[in-house]
């Protein structure tokens, strides 16, 4: 049903510019001082300024978080959407990889030749833990009289992943090993380490099988792309990074009556953004990957719900370092979100923005081995459901 | 990066920094919500009191609701005919928490689970990925049955609360034990 989407394509995409602030448990910083720090930043990186921006595109996860509930317009102006045609938008986890689809849509449909997008998230303000806040994600009738805490549905999957593929939790550690391994060339890194597979499983146990280690931190950040559509982009640079196919896609929230041990939602985005950028076999046409990994087990999971691996096959995939820096097919080489932390929608848009800085050779030590033509980010989110993706060539 | 690491805008905070701050606020929102349960669930919420598991087919493509919805997501035509389903199931997934809603240790764990439940009768084309099921917590298993995974597949039933204590709510369950065979 999503492998037919009737798009009509005015122009292409490019992504010119992007920019990041660092990645912490708690900032000084007000989350429009954060936005704006990005944005600054994206807009200097592409040589242009706010008066160059036709339209802005803003992504934030619960207003919850930031504990303002308005949070499209409390963030404008810092976003440098004032006097603009300006819009926020949320699929919760999903939200970061869907800032860059909403731009691109935005510059594709010929309304606007520039767009800046701007994801900011800062969770350290929730008392007395941001889990907390997860709590309003919930099914008021069915779900929340059991008292849930957001990390009970992950790890209910991770152990049906777990059953589903026979798959260890030691296996699964090398994800965190290995993302946070490559965070330490990420400057914006909060959770960059070396770390061991033994220190993921002496890790405090939140919720069996996930320990400390194996989830993303709590996090304050902002990243911002400035995207233009193909006359601008060949004016302003000489190396444009094409976005070449975007999908996204709802299942619904019933999580609990459907198999949690593949992806569902994934696929049917990717297909839809492979379809646009007419990739038949991903596993070979894509050359790395910036898979969502809030929890270690997640970047295995969307790795095959992205089509880069088969159904159970990501696991072993893993041993053998396929999917290391210097692998086959690379995944996080930026360290992803359980390296260089996790403030939700900017964590999202940082991965997006990987991709550009991967593909224009300008990710310094983070820069894959081998030659890169396209990438793929995705992002998921709410209760289980959304996935968003985007291709990228250059 | 293109400056490969330069410096970065932002301004780091410990703990210690962020309690010197002005400006914090103990504040807690006095917020509260009625939820209305709906058409579908008041009748299945009403069923629990009953201590029975109700649930809604569809007639055209002959998925079994469990929880029910007054709508078929997938052929967006109203369900129709109620069924009652007998509790029973298999643990598709399950897990053991330490942690409460707002991520505090907690002195005794909670197993919880995602339960199968057994619907003769539905014919989803696509039984293998979806299926009736519940959200609840398992009881009469140890955190042991559930890291060697000896509880996944196993078949459960639910608990019920005693009459004059149910409420109408999924907490009428108080929680899936295993079928003893």
């Not at chain 1, 060949?234 to 593949?262: A, F, K, Q």
């Not at chain 1, 923005?353 to 793929?376: D, I, T």
Request: glycine share 10%.
């Amino acid at each position: 049903m999503v492998s037919r989407p009737n798009i009509h394509v005015k122009s292409k995409v490019a992504v010119v510019g992007a920019g990041i602030t660092l990645f912490r448990r708690r900032m000084l910083e007000t989350p429009r001082e954060l936005a704006w720090e990005a944005a600054r930043q994206a807009l200097d990186s592409a040589g242009l300024t706010l008066r160059d921006i036709d339209c802005v595109v803003i992504g934030s996860a619960p207003d919850a978080f930031d504990g303002v509930h308005m949070k499209g317009e409390y963030l404008a102006d810092g976003s440098g959407g004032l006097f603009k045609p300006t819009v926020r938008v949320y699929v919760g986890g999903g939200t970061g990889v869907f800032v860059p689809i909403a731009a691109w849509w935005h510059v594709a449909s010929g309304l606007c030749r520039t767009v800046l997008a701007v994801a900011e998230e800062k969770m350290s303000h929730a008392r007395p833990h941001p889990q907390g806040v997860f709590a309003y994600i919930w099914d008021p009738v069915l779900e929340r009289p059991l008292g849930p805490n957001l990390l009970w549905i992950f790890a209910l999957e991770m152990r049906r992943y777990m059953h589903k593929c026979n798959v260890s939790k030691e296996t699964i550690a090398l994800v965190s090993v290995k993302n946070k391994r490559n965070a330490l060339d990420h400057p914006a890194a909060q959770a960059a380490a070396n770390i061991t597979v033994e220190d993921v499983l002496n890790s405090e146990v939140l919720v069996w099988p996930v320990n400390r280690l194996d989830v993303s931190p709590v996090s304050d950040g902002a990243a911002a792309l400035v995207l233009a559509s193909e006359n601008e982009a060949r004016r302003v640079t000489d190396s444009p990074v094409w976005i070449e196919g975007v999908g996204w896609t709802l299942d619904n929230t019933h999580w609990y009556n459907r198999e949690l041990g593949y992806p569902r939602y994934v696929q049917y985005a990717a297909r839809m953004a492979y379809k646009m950028a007419g990739i038949e076999r991903p596993w070979r046409d894509i050359d790395f990957a910036e898979p969502y990994d809030p929890f270690d087990y997640k970047e295995l999971h969307h790795i095959e719900g992205l089509m880069l691996a088969r159904p159970c096959e990501a696991p072993k995939l893993l041993e053998e370092g396929w999917f290391d820096r210097s692998g086959e097919l690379p995944t996080s080489p930026s360290g992803g979100l359980l390296g260089v932390g996790n403030p939700i929608a900017a964590a999202g848009l940082m991965k997006a923005a990987e991709l550009f800085w991967q593909l224009r050779y300008e990710a310094g030590a983070r820069q894959v081995k081998k030659p890169v033509h396209r990438g793929v980010a995705q992002a998921w989110g709410d209760l289980m459901q959304a996935g968003t993706v985007v291709v990228m060539g250059n | 990066m293109p400056d490969g690491g330069k410096k970065l805008p932002g301004t780091y905070l410990s703990e210690k920094d962020l309690r010197a701050l002005p400006g914090l606020v103990e504040h807690t929102p006095d917020a509260k919500y009625m939820f209305s349960a709906g058409q579908a669930q008041s009748r299945f919420l009403q069923g629990l009191r009953e201590g029975k598991i109700l649930g809604v087919k569809c007639p055209r493509c002959g998925r079994v609701y469990v929880p029910p919805r007054s709508y078929c997501e997938y052929c967006f035509a109203p369900t129709g005919e109620w069924v009652e389903v007998s509790g029973e199931g298999e643990v598709h997934t399950a897990v053991v928490s330490y942690i409460s809603t707002f991520r505090e240790r907690m002195e005794k764990p909670e197993i919880i689970a995602v339960v199968r439940l057994y619907a003769p009768g539905y014919t989803g084309k696509r039984d293998e990925y979806e299926f009736p099921g519940m959200f609840h917590k398992l009881c009469g298993v140890s955190e042991e049955d559930v890291k060697t995974g000896r509880v996944i597949g196993m078949r459960v039933k639910p608990k019920w609360r005693p009459p004059e204590e149910r409420i109408g709510s999924v907490t009428d369950i108080e929680c899936f034990e295993p079928v003893k065979s």
